[in-house]
């Protein structure tokens, strides 16, 4: 469950600061399989690379994760 949240989570800041998969996974310098597969939940998440998304979509790592934790 909790990866399906930050899955959503992820999704919809990535929306709110305008980017889509394509642009931000360039920024990133990953693969749009491998944001996407985040993205959906799919994929294991790798506390580096949320660092960089918060860092380049201009929030805190604690904001992006805040809703994922207990």
């Given amino acids: 469950m909790e ?3 930050l899955a ?3 999704r919809a800041f990535r929306k709110l600061k ?3 998969q394509q642009e931000l996974a360039k920024v990133l ?3 749009v ?3 996407g597969s985040l993205e959906r939940g ?3 998440t790798d506390p580096k690379l949320l660092n960089h998304i918060a860092s380049t979509l201009g929030i805190d790592y604690e904001e ?3 809703d994922t934790r207990e």
Avoid: C, D, E, P
């Fill in 33 to 35: 399989a491998v944001l």
């Fill in 29 to 31: 310098g990953v693969s």
């Fill in 64 to 66: 992006l994760m805040s």
């Fill in 8 to 10: 959503q989570r992820v």
């Fill in 18 to 20: 305008g980017y889509t």
């Fill in 42 to 44: 799919t994929r294991k």
């Fill in 3 to 5: 990866n399906n949240q």
